[in-house]
């Protein structure tokens, strides 16, 4: 079985770093243009929730922010969960890779260097 989804966008907000145990904990959301098809006047973007841990966290924190492009490998998840005795479903992105894909954050203290973290 195989469960690997591809995705470039934009962060659609400045991701934020929270610790959960021992572990930190990044969720964020991406938006991503749709090509658009002949004779549309207009582009739809789809938009994808995501969650990074750990490492692939700190690297989200400390190199991207809003309206950079981001290109990540993970795995789909949907989560099932009841509100208001509704049965309902969230669809997550699991980062397992990033990738560089446009500019970095401004304000990153490393922003004289020319070495890549490395993750």
């Known amino acids: 079985m195989l469960n690997k989804f591809l995705v470039a966008g934009r ?17 964020f959301t991406i938006a991503c243009e749709r090509p658009k098809r002949k004779g549309e006047e207009k582009t739809e973007t789809d938009f994808f929730t995501c969650t990074a841990w750990n490492r692939n966290a700190d690297v989200v924190v400390d190199w991207f922010g809003k309206g950079d492009i981001i290109t ?39 922003a004289g260097s020319d070495e890549e973290p490395l993750f």
């Open 11 to 27: 962060m659609t907000a400045d991701p934020e770093i929270k610790t959960v145990g021992d572990n930190r904990l990044c969720k």
């Open 72 to 110: 990540l490998v993970g795995a789909v998840h949907i989560n099932q969960y009841e509100k208001n005795g509704e049965k309902r479903n969230s669809t997550e992105v699991k980062v397992e890779e990033i990738h560089f894909s446009g500019g970095k954050k401004n304000n990153n203290t490393n």
